[in-house]
DNA sequence: GTCTATAGTTAGATAGAC
DNA sequence: GTCTATCTAACTATAGAC
C-alpha cells in the first residue's frame, strides 16, 4: 500500500491529496449524495473533469477517503495494551481520543455519518479489521478486571462509553457550544473535557 | 401546535403521518439530500405529487420531522429535576435515554446527521428553547454538588457524557452489533448497557 | 496531465384534468 | 383530495482537442 502510494508520480500523489481534502470539507458539510464534485473541484482549485481523471467516480473517492481516515485511527490509537497500568492507559486513550476530535473533527464526522447511515461501504471493515483489533482492546480490558486492577466493567460497553463521549465533541460540535455559549472550544475548554472525562471515567471503573 | 393538528381535516392528518413516517425512514438511509420524495410517496402508498400537496418542499418535509423529534424529546425526559435524589433520577435518566435508542433509533440518527453536518435546519432552536432546556438540567446538578451529594463534576460534561453515551446505542448500533458479535440487539443487551453505564456513571460522580 | 463541451440521467416541483 | 404529464435544474460522467 505504501508502495503503492510511492510509485505514483508526484503530481499525482499531490493533486490526489488536494482533492481527498477538498472532498472531506465537502462531504462533511452536504453528506454523500449532497457532496457536488463541481465544488470539490472548486475548493481544490482543479479543474472539474480532471476529478474523474483521478477517481473512477464519486463513490470511489468517497471510499478513498473513509480508508485514509480507518488507516491514521488504527495507526494512532494504540495506549491501551497490557503493558500499561488502567490508569495511565485509559488517561491516555481518553486524552488522545479527545485530542483527535479538537484536531481532526471532519474525519470524525464522516466515519460517524457513515456508520448512522448505516455503514454501506464500512460495513466490511466493520466485521473484519475491526473486530480484531477490538478484540485485542477487550481482552486487555478483562486482565485488567481479573488482575483486580480496576472494577468488573463491561469491556465492550466502557470502550462504547469513551468512544462515545470522546467523538461528541467532534460530531456534536454544534450542540456543544451553544451548550457552552461559546463561538468555539478554546484550548482551555479541551483540557477541561479531558479533565471532566477522565475523572467521571476512572473513578467509575474504581481506579483511584 | 396541538390546536393546528385538531383543526386539520383527517383525511390530511392521516397522510401526513404516513409521509413524515416514510420520510423518516428515507432520510436516515439516503441523508437529506439523498432522499428521494419518488421514494418516500412509494414507502407511504402515496402519489408522488401528492407529497408536494402536504409539504410545500422538501425542507419544509424535513423541517417538520425534525420538530416532531424536538417535541417529543422536550416532553419525555423530565426525570432530571430538584425534586429527586441523584442516584434514582440519573438512574431513571440513564434508562429512559438508552430506551429511546432501543425505541426510536431513527429518531436519533436524524438528530445526529443534523448535527453533525451543521445543523443548519436547529441551529435556530440550538441557541434558544435548547438553552432553556439545559440551563434548568445544569442548575439541578450544581444543586446537588452543592448539597454534597454528588461530586464536583462539570455538569455540562456530565450531561454530554450521559447523551453521548446513550445515543451511541441507536446512532452507531451497526458498529455496535459488529462489535457484540450479533446480529441485533435484544431486549437482554439493552438491559446490559442500562446497567453497565449507570454502574459507571453513578460511581464515577461518587453516588453510592 | 488539463480542459471544454456535452451526453445522459435523475429528481424536485408545478399545472391542470378528474 | 388525487393523479398524469411535463417543465426545469443540477449533477455525474465521458469524449476528444490541446
Redesign the interface.
Known sequence: MAKDKMSEGNIRQKNKALILNAAKKEF???????ASIKRIAERANIARANIHYYFKDKTDLYQQLLSNIIEVWNTDYDTLNADHEPKAALSAYIRSKVMHSKNDPDAS?IF??E?????PVL?EY??SD??VW?NNKVAVIEAWISQGLI?N??P??????I???T???A??N???V????KDAMNDDDFE??V???T????????IR
Chains 1, 2 share one sequence.
Open positions: 462533511v458539510t452536504y453528506g454523500f449524495k449532497g464526522r460517524a455519518s456508520l448512522i447511515h448505516g455503514a460495513n466493520l466485521n475491526f473486530k477490538l472494577d466493567v463491561n465492550h460497553h466502557l470502550l462504547f462509553l468512544w462515545s463521549s467523538q461528541h465533541y460530531d456534536f454544534v450542540q456543544v451553544a451548550a457552552l455559549n477541561e473535557v479533565a471532566s472525562l475523572q467521571i471515567i476512572l473513578k467509575g471503573c474504581g
